[in-house]
């Protein structure tokens, strides 16, 4: 069974530009999440969705993220415009069901995004 | 919002030994979990752990929900342990919080 995708693995942009990044979950997994890890630390959630809908996206900067998951599977991330602070590692993550901690999160390998 | 601290952060391993990773959380928690990061960055779920002990290989996972802390036990480490360790707590906004990791490196 595949994992979960991501692309790209790897991204340098200058900054005031806008970058996106894929994800694709594990088939059958409702729950999808996106998260960022900075260096050095543990990863933070940016957005979680149930099927379509965004049921946690109190930690996306929305006046510069946005997100989406068409028809409940895969999922895009948008940086526009990104900035020097937003170089960090963007991990997708899937699961079951919304049940946090009471069931594994499967990771993607991440998307490295270098800003200049 | 919840706190979890993890140490050591760093350690560094002569590939048999034995060693003891601990995460300390500021609140009740509804479940813990340890994660496995690999040098490519790829995140992998160890142990699935409330309270208890749970044992998988050459690893296991101690929990006390009642002291807030959980421990990583590596027993006899190999080169392929290396990596970053996290403990993460799910919490009640539904949510998990990752400590900043315990970054392992074991040597031949």
């Known amino acids: 069974e595949a994992g979960v995708v991501q692309s790209p693995r790897y991204k340098i942009i200058e900054k005031k530009q806008p970058v996106a990044f894929w994800c694709n979950p594990i088939?059958?997994?409702?729950?999808l999440y996106w998260y960022r890890q900075n260096l050095g630390q543990g990863p933070e959630l940016l957005i979680r969705?149930?099927?379509?809908?965004?049921?946690?996206d109190s930690q996306l900067p929305k006046d510069r993220f946005s997100a989406e998951r068409l028809k409940g599977v895969d999922s895009t991330l948008k940086i526009q415009p990104a900035e020097l602070g937003d170089s960090a590692v963007y991990l997708c993550?899937?699961?079951?069901?919304?049940?946090?901690?009471?069931?594994?999160?499967?990771f993607g390998p991440g998307t490295r995004l270098l800003v200049l | 919002g919840i706190q979890v601290e993890q140490s050591p952060p760093d350690l560094i391993l002569q590939e048999g030994a034995n060693s003891t990773l601990r995460c300390n959380f500021s609140?009740?928690?509804?479940?813990l979990q340890w994660f496995h990061q690999n040098p490519w960055g790829q995140l992998i779920n160890l142990f699935y752990?409330?309270?208890g002990t749970k044992q998988n290989g050459r690893l296991s996972a101690t929990t006390v929900a009642t002291e807030r802390y959980s421990l990583l036990y590596i027993s006899s480490s190999q080169t392929t342990d290396s990596g970053v360790y996290f403990c993460?707590?799910?919490?009640?906004?539904?949510?998990?919080?990752f400590g900043k990791g315990n970054q392992v490196v074991v040597i031949p």
């Open positions: 993550a899937s699961s079951l069901s919304g049940r946090v901690g009471q069931e594994t999160q499967y």
């Open positions: 088939s059958g997994h409702n729950t």
């Open positions: 969705y149930e099927n379509e809908e965004a049921v946690d």
């Open positions: 609140d009740s928690v509804n479940n």
């Open positions: 752990i409330p309270s």
């Open positions: 993460a707590v799910a919490y009640g906004n539904n949510r998990l919080a």
